[in-house]
C-alpha cells in the first residue's frame, strides 16, 4: 500500500453498495470536498473482527497507507492536517470549536430524531445478519421495539422538523452553513439527511423549506456525487425498469 493510498471502511446493507451511515457520509463528503477518493469497502454491524485493528468497533474507518484514523471527526481533522494543499475543510484553526458544536448537535439532538423517522427503513436495507444486532442495540437504546418508533412516524417527522429550525434561521442568509461555500460543518449536518435520503421513501423535509433547498445544493456539489449514489428509491426504479 503506497503512502498516500486512501481506503474506508463504510457500513453498508443487504446490497453492498447501498451506503448509508450519517458518519460515513460526513467522510465522504470531506473527500469529495478535498478532491480525494479512497476506495471503499463494506462492512457490516457484526463484523468486528474486521476492524478490530482500531481497538474499537464502529466505522468509518479510513486507513491512510499504514495508518488507521477511526471517528469521522478526527477523520475530517487528518485529512485537512495531510492534505493541505487540497481545499480545507475548516476555515482555519478558529473555526474548528463552532464546528465541534455543530457536528456534537447533529450526533447527539439530530441523530436520534432522525433515527425515529426512519428506524425500521433501516432495518429493512439490512443485511440479515446485521437484522438481530440492529434489533437489539436500538431497542435496548430507545427503550421501545422498532416497530413501537415507527408508529409514532408522524409526531417523529414533525419533531424533527422542529429541531432543525436554527438550520432554517441561518440559511435565511446564506447558503450554507459555512457561507457562499460548504464546509465540514455542513457535512456534519448533511450527513445526517444522505442518511434518511439513502434507505427511506420518507418526504424527510417539504420542497419550500429553505433546508430542502440546502440539501438539494449538496446533492448536487462534487458533479452530483451524493446524488448519484445507491439508494433504496434507485434500486427499486431500476428494478422495475429491469435494469
Same mark, same amino acid.
Given at each position: 500500500m503506497?503512502?498516500?493510498s486512501?481506503?474506508?471502511?463504510?457500513?453498508?446493507?443487504?446490497?453492498?453498495?447501498?451506503?448509508?451511515?450519517?458518519?460515513c457520509?460526513?467522510?465522504?463528503?470531506?473527500?469529495?470536498h478535498?478532491?480525494?477518493?479512497a476506495?471503499?469497502?463494506?462492512?457490516?454491524?457484526?463484523e468486528?473482527?474486521?476492524?478490530?485493528?482500531?481497538?474499537?468497533?464502529a466505522?468509518?474507518?479510513?486507513?491512510?497507507?499504514?495508518?488507521a484514523?477511526w471517528?469521522?471527526?478526527?477523520?475530517?481533522?487528518?485529512?485537512d492536517?495531510?492534505?493541505?494543499?487540497?481545499?480545507?475543510?475548516?476555515?482555519?484553526?478558529?473555526?474548528?470549536?463552532?464546528t465541534?458544536?455543530?457536528?456534537?448537535?447533529?450526533?447527539s439532538?439530530? +441523530?436520534?430524531?432522525?433515527? %425515529?423517522?426512519?428506524? #425500521? /427503513?433501516?432495518? @429493512?436495507?439490512?443485511?440479515?445478519?446485521?437484522?438481530?444486532?440492529?434489533r437489539?442495540?436500538r431497542?435496548?437504546?430507545?427503550?421501545?421495539?422498532?416497530?413501537?418508533i415507527a408508529?409514532?412516524?408522524?409526531?417523529?417527522l414533525?419533531?424533527?422538523?422542529?429541531i432543525?429550525?436554527?438550520?432554517?434561521?441561518?440559511?435565511?442568509?446564506?447558503?450554507?452553513?459555512?457561507?457562499?461555500?460548504p464546509?465540514?460543518?455542513?457535512?456534519?449536518?448533511?450527513g445526517?439527511?444522505?442518511?434518511?435520503?439513502?434507505v427511506?421513501?420518507?418526504?424527510?423535509?417539504?420542497?419550500e423549506? +429553505?433546508?430542502?433547498?440546502? %440539501?438539494?445544493?449538496l #446533492? /448536487?456539489?462534487? @458533479?452530483g456525487?451524493?446524488?448519484?449514489?445507491?439508494?433504496?428509491a434507485?434500486?427499486?426504479?431500476?428494478?422495475?425498469?429491469?435494469?
Amino acid at each position: 500500500m503506497s503512502a498516500n493510498s486512501l481506503m474506508l471502511y463504510e457500513l453498508a446493507g443487504a446490497d453492498p453498495a447501498l451506503r448509508f451511515s450519517p458518519q460515513c457520509w460526513k467522510v465522504r463528503m470531506a473527500l469529495a470536498h478535498k478532491n480525494l477518493t479512497a476506495d471503499g469497502i463494506p462492512w457490516r454491524f457484526v463484523e468486528k473482527d474486521v476492524i478490530a485493528f482500531t481497538g474499537q468497533g464502529a466505522v468509518p474507518v479510513l486507513l491512510h497507507g499504514e495508518e488507521a484514523i477511526w471517528d469521522s471527526w478526527q477523520i475530517a481533522l487528518h485529512l485537512d492536517e495531510r492534505f493541505p494543499n487540497t481545499p480545507p475543510l475548516f476555515d482555519g484553526a478558529s473555526a474548528i470549536p463552532v464546528t465541534r458544536f455543530v457536528n456534537g448537535w447533529a450526533d447527539s439532538v439530530l +441523530l436520534p430524531a432522525v433515527a %425515529r423517522v426512519i428506524i #425500521l /427503513d433501516i432495518y @429493512d436495507c439490512l443485511d440479515d445478519r446485521d437484522r438481530e444486532y440492529f434489533r437489539v442495540t436500538r431497542e435496548r437504546k430507545f427503550g421501545q421495539t422498532l416497530e413501537q418508533i415507527a408508529a409514532d412516524r408522524p409526531a417523529n417527522l414533525l419533531m424533527l422538523r422542529k429541531i432543525l429550525t436554527p438550520l432554517r434561521q441561518m440559511l435565511k442568509g446564506q447558503n450554507f452553513i459555512g457561507g457562499s461555500r460548504p464546509r465540514y460543518a455542513d457535512y456534519c449536518v448533511f450527513g445526517m439527511l444522505m442518511w434518511a435520503h439513502c434507505v427511506s421513501a420518507t418526504v424527510v423535509l417539504e420542497d419550500e423549506d +429553505l433546508i430542502f433547498a440546502w %440539501r438539494e445544493r449538496l #446533492l /448536487d456539489a462534487f @458533479d452530483g456525487f451524493a446524488r448519484s449514489a445507491p439508494s433504496i428509491a434507485t434500486r427499486r426504479e431500476e428494478h422495475v425498469n429491469g435494469r
